[in-house]
């Protein structure tokens, strides 16, 4: 089992930048493909990014395209995701999720990520 810890979560204004953080701890953490979701109050939660196990490979959601980048650092057990051009619809809990063995059409769903951080709160203001 992999335990995540999320940080960086705050109160910025609209068009300002945030960097999230996820700290992995247990097993190894190169093995898995890791991800960024997000929930906002009254909706679902919702897919916003995927990192393949070496980096090489991202997927974002169309929200965040060109906004928003994931990276991760596999010698800190670490994944990013930096946050530019924020918006008051980015206001969300968001979480770090990490799994492995499904295909990339898998990527956006929750059913990929076996383990889940507790979650960092983002707030846009307008």
């Known amino acids: 089992q992999v335990q995540l810890v999320e940080s960086g979560g705050g109160l910025v204004q609209a068009g300002g930048s945030l960097r999230l953080s996820c700290a992995a701890s247990?097993?190894?953490?190169?093995?898995?493909?890791m991800g960024w979701f997000r929930q906002a109050p009254g909706k679902e939660r919702e897919f916003v990014a995927h990192?393949?196990?070496?980096?090489?490979?991202?997927v974002y959601a169309e929200p965040v395209k060109g906004r928003f980048t994931i990276s991760r650092d596999n010698a800190k057990n670490t994944v990013y995701l930096r946050m530019n051009s924020l918006k008051p619809e980015d206001t969300a809990l968001y979480y770090c999720?990490?799994?492995?063995?499904?295909?990339?059409?898998?990527?956006?769903?929750?059913?990929?990520?076996?383990?889940w951080g507790q979650g960092t709160q983002v707030t846009v203001s307008s």
């Open positions: 990192i393949s196990w070496s980096g090489a490979s991202t």
């Open positions: 247990g097993r190894t953490f190169s093995d898995y493909y």
């Open positions: 999720a990490g799994g492995g063995g499904y295909s990339s059409k898998y990527y956006p769903s929750e059913t990929a990520y076996a383990f």
